[in-house]
């Protein structure tokens, strides 16, 4: 079993910026890639971020390339989303979840874990 707690999240202006965390416990963090999902009101969950195990690869949303960066310290069992340029529409509840064997970063169906949210509201 892995536990994952999302915190950072909050309000903030549309221009703004944000750090998203995630802590992880249980079993071997450094063997999941990970992944950062959002799902907005009466909205499908969506992909937004994915990292490697070793942090090697970085995967993106195509509306966050270039404004959002994910990484991982894996001595900290911690994975990070920076959110910058924030906007209106990234205002949703965003999710970090584990995904072991599964091949396949953008669907949310082959991740394992997940924790339990935090809101990110951006205002106009």
């Known amino acids: 079993q892995v536990q994952l707690v999302e915190s950072g999240g909050g309000l903030v202006q549309s221009g703004g910026s944000l750090r998203l965390s995630c802590a992880a416990s249980?079993?071997?963090?450094?063997?999941?890639?990970m992944g950062w999902f959002r799902q907005a009101p009466g909205k499908e969950r969506e992909f937004v971020a994915a990292i490697a195990w070793s942090g090697g690869g970085t995967y993106y949303a195509d509306s966050v390339k270039g404004r959002f960066t994910i990484t991982r310290d894996n001595a900290k069992n911690t994975v990070y989303l920076q959110m910058n340029s924030l906007m209106p529409e990234d205002t949703a509840v965003y999710y970090c979840?584990?995904?072991?064997?599964?091949?396949?970063?953008?669907?949310?169906?082959?991740?394992?874990?997940w924790g339990q949210g935090t809101q990110v509201t951006v205002s106009s």
């Open positions: 249980g079993r071997t963090f450094s063997s999941y890639a």
């Open positions: 979840a584990a995904r072991g064997q599964r091949i396949g970063y953008k669907d949310f169906a082959n991740y394992d874990y």
